[in-house]
C-alpha cells in the first residue's frame, strides 16, 4: 500500500533524441511510484544546458511550456524521496554545475552512501563549500577534484572513494553516462529507442516511449554514451553482490524487468512459497493493495482458494488530508481503502502484504475487515519475513526501535494479538531468498530481515545531514 516504506528514488538518462527532456519526462512518469517529493530534468543542446526542478509529482512539475525550454538532444531526469538531506527544493535532483574549467556537469543518483559525511566533513576541511544537504553533492565535489577532464575518470575518481548503494546518471555537453556500485544494490537498465539511448531504474519507464530493453548497466559498471555509442568501463573493485531484495518484494513495479528477472514472476513465486510455509484454512484470499497483489495471487494459486478483490484503494488520495473535527474511527485508512462486503462477508480471509513495519495500519485494516467488511475469521501472511533493521542504503526507514518486530521481542503472537488478527506468518528468509533466485546464484542484501550488512556503514546516519543552502542552477 505504500505505507511503511518510503521509495527511494527514479533516475534516468536520454542520448541522441531530439526531444529528450519529453522522453526524460515520461520516462519519470512512469517511475513516479519512486519517488513523489520533488522532480527535475537538466537538458543540453550541445553548448548549453537547461534545468527545471520542482517539488511535486511529475505532472505537477511539467507542462508543455516547461518542456519547451528544455532543448537538446540529451537530457537526465530525477524524481526523489528524501533518504538523505530532508524534502526541500534545494534538495531536488538532479543538480547542475558550471565551471569555467571544469566545463558543465549534471547528475541525479538513486541510493546511500555509507561514508559521505565522513567524506564531506574531510571536503570542508580542503575549503569545500556544499550547498545541499544530500549525499549526491558529494560525488559531485570528487568529481571535480579529478584531475582529468574525461567524464570516464571523474567518474572513476569519485566511485573509487564513495561505499554505499549508488546507480546515477550523469551529463556533460555531449556525452551521458550511468553507474551502478560493485554491489548492485539498485537497478539500472540500457534500452534503444531507434538511434536514442534511454538509461533507466527499472524497464517499465522503456515501455512507456517504445524502447527495447537492452541489457542491465551490471554492477560495477560505468557505461559511457556519445557519438561513438555505448561504451563499458569496468573499472570498479570487485564486490560480492547484493541486489536489494526488497526491490522485488515492494518497491519495482511489477510489469518491471530488473535484476535480471520478472518481478511479476518474482512476486508471484514469493506468495507460492509463503503458502507453501505459512498455510491457513480459509475460504477466499485477498491483498492489501497495490504492491500485495501479486503475491496475493501467488498464494492463492498454490492454495487452490479464490482470489478476489476485498480491498479497494481510492488512488486519488495524497499525502495528507483533512480528517473532520469530529473523530471517525480509523479514518486514515478509511479514506485510502474500503472493504467489499460481498467478497468478505462471513468468510474466512487470508490478507497478503509486502511487510509489517510499525503494525498499526494492519491493525486497522483488520477492523475494517471485520466490522465494514463482516468477515468471520482474518490471517495475514506477509511475504517477507519480520523487519528487524533499518535500511542504509536508499530507504527511508523507521530506526530499530520503532519496528514491530522489535518492540514485541521478536514474538509473532503477539504482534498477531496486537493487530487482532486470527493468525499471522510471514515466509522465511531461506524461503524468501529461494522463491527470488529461482535457481540463480544471485547475490541479495537481506539486511533489513538479518542485519548481515554488505558494506560497513561509517556514518552516524540514524542524524540527518546537515541543512545548507542550493542555488537553482537555470
Not at 391 to 418: A, Q, R
Not at 430 to 449: H, I, S
Request: proline share 4%; aromatic share 8%.
Amino acid at each position: 500500500m505504500g505505507k511503511w516504506w518510503d521509495e527511494e528514488c527514479g533516475i534516468v538518462g536520454v542520448y541522441g533524441h531530439p526531444e529528450a527532456a519529453n522522453l526524460a519526462y515520461l520516462c519519470m512518469y512512469a517511475l513516479q511510484h519512486r519517488g513523489q517529493e520533488s522532480a527535475g530534468i537538466v537538458s543540453s543542446t550541445g553548448s548549453r544546458m537547461f534545468s527545471h526542478r520542482s517539488m511535486g509529482l511529475v505532472q505537477d512539475v511539467f507542462n508543455e511550456d516547461i518542456l519547451m525550454k528544455l532543448p537538446g538532444s540529451l537530457a537526465i531526469g530525477h524524481v526523489r524521496y528524501s533518504t538523505a538531506g530532508s524534502s526541500l527544493l534545494k534538495n531536488a535532483q538532479p543538480y547542475a554545475m558550471e565551471s569555467s574549467r571544469r566545463g558543465r556537469l549534471a547528475v541525479g543518483h538513486n541510493g546511500n552512501l555509507v561514508n559521505a559525511r565522513a567524506i564531506r566533513e574531510t571536503l570542508e576541511d580542503s575549503g569545500a563549500i556544499f550547498q545541499s544537504a544530500t549525499d549526491t553533492e558529494v560525488i559531485v565535489h570528487l568529481m571535480a577534484q579529478a584531475g582529468s577532464g574525461r567524464l570516464i575518470d571523474k567518474i572513476g575518481f569519485a566511485t573509487g572513494q564513495i561505499l554505499g548503494a549508488f546507480s546515477a546518471v550523469f551529463m556533460t555537453d555531449k556525452e551521458v553516462a550511468g553507474c551502478r556500485d560493485p554491489w548492485g544494490f539498485r537497478p539500472l537498465v540500457v534500452g534503444k529507442v531507434k538511434n536514442a539511448y534511454i538509461l533507466a531504474s527499472e524497464t517499465c519507464a522503456l515501455d512507456l516511449v517504445g524502447a527495447i530493453y537492452e541489457r542491465e548497466v551490471q554492477p560495477g559498471e560505468v557505461v559511457i554514451i556519445n557519438e561513438n555509442g555505448l561504451t563499458s568501463y569496468a573499472n570498479m573493485p570487485t564486490r560480492k553482490h547484493a541486489r536489494c531484495v526488497f526491490e522485488h518484494i515492494y518497491f519495482a513495479r511489477p510489469d518491471s524487468k530488473i535484476f535480471g528477472d520478472s518481478v511479476y514472476a518474482v512476486r508471484k513465486r514469493l506468495g507460492a512459497k509463503l503458502y507453501e510455509e505459512q498455510p491457513a484454512e480459509a475460504d477466499v484470499v485477498i491483498c492489501v493493495p497495490d504492491s500485495g497483489r501479486v503475491a496475493a495471487i501467488g498464494y492463492a494459486e498454490a492454495a487452490g482458494l479464490p482470489y478476489e478483490e476485498g480491498l479497494i484503494r481510492n488512488h486519488y488520495v495524497g499525502r495528507t488530508f483533512i480528517e473532520p473535527s469530529h473523530a471517525i474511527r480509523n479514518f486514515g485508512v478509511k479514506v485510502k481503502l474500503n472493504a467489499v462486503k460481498s467478497v468478505l462477508e462471513g468468510k474466512r480471509v487470508v490478507v497478503v502484504d509486502d511487510s509489517i513495519v510499525r503494525g498499526t495500519t494492519c491493525q486497522k485494516i483488520v477492523h475494517m475487515l471485520r466490522e465494514m467488511g463482516g468477515a468471520k475469521e482474518v490471517h495475514f501472511r506477509i511475504s517477507s519475513p519480520p523487519v528487524t533493521h533499518p535500511c542504509y542504503y536508499g530507504i527511508d526507514t523507521p530506526t530499530k526501535e520503532e519496528l514491530c518486530y522489535n518492540v514485541m521481542d521478536g514474538n509473532v503472537s503477539g504482534i498477531c494479538d496486537f493487530i487482532t488478527a486470527e493468525s499471522l506468518g510471514y515466509i522465511s528468509v531461506p524461503g524468501m531468498l529461494e522463491a527470488v533466485r529461482d535457481g540463480k546464484d544471485l547475490g541479495f542484501c537481506d539486511a533489513c530481515f538479518t542485519g548481515n550488512y554488505p558494506v560497513t556503514v561509517i556514518d552516524d546516519l540514524e542524524n540527518k545531514q546537515m541543512e545548507l543552502f542550493l542555488q537553482e542552477i537555470e
